[in-house]
């Protein structure tokens, strides 16, 4: 083989990053929702999630789906990452911040060991200077905070580098803005709109007859989702009072408590909100789910009452009512439900809880505007896989060594497919033959039971008439008195 064979790339790589290692929701839905979409436009190709500490720190809502650890900043690691893949999406989510101090909780750590991490810095800086052969692209994220002047330059002097830049909203824009960006920013709906496309129906509903099973969830009833953080435990009274009207008087439901986010403590808003709802029937999902299980809850539930914004986001791709329960007044939950169109479905306090869900519950669903947003996020995914096949092209990449991958895979295949018709022909071929043998020796046990039968009956016919006929004898009629007095003086000894 050739040098120039030798260096040919015939399968592409794009790493995402992201907190996909704690255990929260729509973290976990990130790298799902990008592999699925990438493999759907680049077949074969690979996507690498890597988050701060990865396999480092476990978590139990990953599935599986378990992210490689950037590890500590250094200009080292970040050359290797520049080497290891084709493109480097960040995000989603809101991890456009200097704010690394936030997570320190979350992490199970300091701030000080997560200061040499530096999350924000990789989030933020990317891949610095390797990005002039390196692209990278901010996926869809989010700005929580108003950056500072320090922190403003490096977002500006990020941005400047960047051939394609995308956030997830207006606000996320306008703080962009203030740090001077001028360039074109693409503004793209957040990424979950598209997790209809993560499992199959079938699946979902499998996944909800286990939560049923195992007394997670109603069988008989409707459920009403319900689901906040720590922050909403001390409004947990006033919130079971509205729930309760609701159930009274708006929806025919049980209250499931559900928790999409663990690491922020919605296990004590649960605990909370359970202890004032006694005479309610009440179901509990455990915390760390699965994203797969949390999305059958949400499918097959009545609605949701929510402060996550990705549950809020999958009641709303399957059609569901929806109340984004918003009680520290955040301009990402606000961004949202409008977004999604129904301002008045965000409750601040609640007052204002009762109302959004009335409006929820007496409105149909928006499909069409749920085709807007998919198809927005669709555009972002057809840039970016643009992106990679340039990159992966100008990196070695060999278009011509790619289709003639495929085709040796699609032989491959071939081959796999027609070995498993003949081991299908043949186990069937087995199949048949070890029935063919189980029937005769059933035959064969039949006959023998048959025989054994027949047998003990021909003997018994036989031994009754013998019994007869020895009845008929003069001999046994005569010895009958003698017999008798014997009995009697035998009884009589004993």
Same mark, same amino acid.
């Given at each position: 083989?050739?040098?120039?064979?030798?260096t040919?790339?015939?399968?592409g790589?794009?790493?995402?990053?992201?907190?996909f $290692?704690l255990?929260?929701?729509?973290?976990?839905?990130?790298?799902?929702v990008t592999?699925?979409?990438i493999?759907?436009?680049?077949?074969?190709w690979?996507?690498?999630?890597?988050?701060?500490?990865g396999?480092e720190?476990?978590?139990r809502?990953d599935?599986g789906?378990?992210?490689?650890?950037?590890g500590?900043?250094?200009?080292r690691?970040?050359?290797?990452l %520049?080497?290891?893949?084709?493109?480097?999406?960040i995000?989603?989510?809101e991890?456009?911040?200097?704010?690394?101090?936030?997570l320190?909780?979350?992490?199970?750590?300091?701030?000080?060991?997560?200061?040499?991490?530096?999350? %924000?810095?990789?989030?933020?800086?990317?891949?610095?200077?390797?990005?002039?052969?390196?692209?990278?692209?901010?996926?869809?994220?989010?700005?929580?905070?108003?950056?500072?002047?320090?922190?403003?330059?490096?977002?500006?002097?990020?941005?400047?580098?960047?051939e394609?830049v995308?956030?997830?909203?207006?606000?996320?824009?306008?703080?962009?803005?203030?740090? &001077?960006?001028?360039?074109?920013?693409?503004?793209v709906?957040?990424?979950?709109?598209?997790?209809?496309?993560?499992v199959?129906? *079938?699946?979902l509903?499998?996944r #909800?007859?286990?939560?049923?099973?195992?007394?997670?969830?109603?069988? $008989?009833?409707?459920?009403?989702?319900?689901?906040?953080?720590?922050?909403?435990?001390?409004?947990a009274?006033?919130?079971?009072?509205?729930?309760?009207?609701?159930?009274?008087?708006?929806v025919? *439901?049980?209250?499931?408590l559900?928790?999409t &986010?663990?690491?922020?403590?919605?296990?004590?808003f649960?605990?909370?909100?359970?202890?004032?709802?006694?005479?309610?029937?009440?179901y509990?999902?455990p915390?760390?789910?699965?994203?797969?299980?949390?999305?059958?809850a949400?499918?097959?539930?009545?609605?949701?009452?929510?402060m996550?914004?990705?549950?809020?986001?999958a009641?709303?791709?399957?059609?569901?009512?929806?109340?984004?329960?918003?009680?520290?007044?955040?301009?990402?939950?606000?961004?949202l439900?409008?977004?999604?169109g129904?301002?008045?479905?965000?409750?601040?306090?609640?007052?204002?809880l009762?109302?959004a869900?009335?409006?929820a519950?007496?409105?149909e669903? $928006?499909?069409?505007?749920?085709?807007? #947003?998919? *198809?927005?996020?669709?555009?972002?995914?057809?840039?970016?896989?643009?992106?990679?096949?340039? %990159?992966?092209?100008?990196?070695?990449?060999?278009?011509?060594?790619?289709?003639?991958?495929?085709?040796r895979?699609?032989?491959?295949l071939?081959?796999?497919y027609?070995?498993?018709?003949?081991?299908?022909?043949a186990?069937?071929?087995?199949?048949?033959?070890?029935?063919?043998q189980?029937?005769?020796?059933?035959?064969?046990?039949?006959?023998?039971w048959?025989?054994?039968?027949?047998?003990l009956?021909?003997?018994?016919?036989h031994?009754?008439?013998?019994?007869?006929?020895?009845? &008929?004898t003069?001999?046994?009629?005569? %010895?009958?008195?003698l017999?008798?007095?014997?009995?009697?003086?035998r009884? *009589?000894?004993?």
């Amino acid at each position: 083989m050739s040098n120039s064979q030798d260096t040919t790339r015939p399968v592409g790589t794009v790493a995402v990053w992201g907190t996909f $290692d704690l255990d929260n929701f729509g973290d976990h839905l990130f790298p799902r929702v990008t592999e699925h979409e990438i493999t759907r436009r680049l077949a074969g190709w690979r996507v690498r999630p890597y988050s701060p500490y990865g396999h480092e720190h476990p978590c139990r809502m990953d599935g599986g789906f378990v992210a490689d650890s950037l590890g500590d900043w250094s200009p080292r690691r970040v050359a290797e990452l %520049s080497t290891e893949v084709d493109l480097t999406l960040i995000g989603g989510g809101e991890i456009i911040h200097f704010r690394d101090d936030l997570l320190a909780d979350a992490y199970h750590t300091t701030a000080e060991a997560l200061a040499a991490r530096a999350p %924000s810095r990789y989030f933020v800086d990317g891949l610095g200077a390797y990005e002039a052969e390196h692209p990278v692209v901010w996926n869809a994220v989010g700005i929580p905070f108003v950056p500072s002047a320090e922190h403003a330059g490096m977002i500006k002097d990020a941005t400047a580098r960047r051939e394609y830049v995308a956030v997830r909203d207006e606000l996320s824009l306008e703080r962009l803005r203030a740090c &001077g960006v001028e360039r074109d920013v693409a503004v793209v709906p957040d990424l979950g709109f598209l997790l209809d496309r993560l499992v199959e129906p *079938a699946v979902l509903e499998e996944r #909800l007859r286990y939560l049923r099973f195992m007394g997670w969830y109603p069988t $008989d009833r409707p459920a009403l989702i319900v689901q906040a953080n720590r922050s909403a435990v001390h409004r947990a009274a006033d919130i079971a009072k509205v729930l309760d009207w609701t159930l009274a008087e708006a929806v025919n *439901a049980d209250v499931v408590l559900l928790e999409t &986010g663990p690491c922020h403590g919605d296990d004590r808003f649960a605990d909370a909100l359970a202890a004032r709802l006694p005479h309610r029937t009440v179901y509990r999902m455990p915390g760390g789910q699965p994203p797969e299980d949390i999305l059958a809850a949400i499918k097959g539930s009545a609605g949701v009452v929510a402060m996550s914004f990705h549950a809020n986001i999958a009641a709303f791709v399957f059609g569901k009512p929806w109340v984004v329960l918003d009680l520290s007044d955040q301009s990402k939950l606000r961004a949202l439900a409008e977004t999604m169109g129904a301002p008045d479905q965000r409750a601040v306090d609640p007052d204002t809880l009762a109302n959004a869900i009335r409006a929820a519950f007496g409105r149909e669903a $928006d499909p069409e505007r749920l085709r807007r #947003l998919q *198809a927005a996020v669709d555009a972002h995914f057809d840039r970016v896989a643009e992106l990679a096949l340039a %990159s992966w092209e100008k990196r070695g990449g060999d278009p011509a060594a790619r289709i003639a991958e495929l085709a040796r895979e699609n032989e491959l295949l071939r081959r796999a497919y027609r070995q498993l018709r003949k081991r299908q022909a043949a186990e069937r071929v087995a199949l048949v033959e070890r029935l063919e043998q189980a029937e005769n020796e059933r035959d064969d046990v039949h006959v023998q039971w048959r025989a054994a039968i027949d047998e003990l009956t021909a003997r018994y016919e036989h031994d009754s008439r013998e019994l007869a006929a020895l009845r &008929g004898t003069k001999l046994l009629r005569w %010895s009958d008195p003698l017999r008798s007095v014997y009995g009697r003086v035998r009884k *009589a000894g004993s």
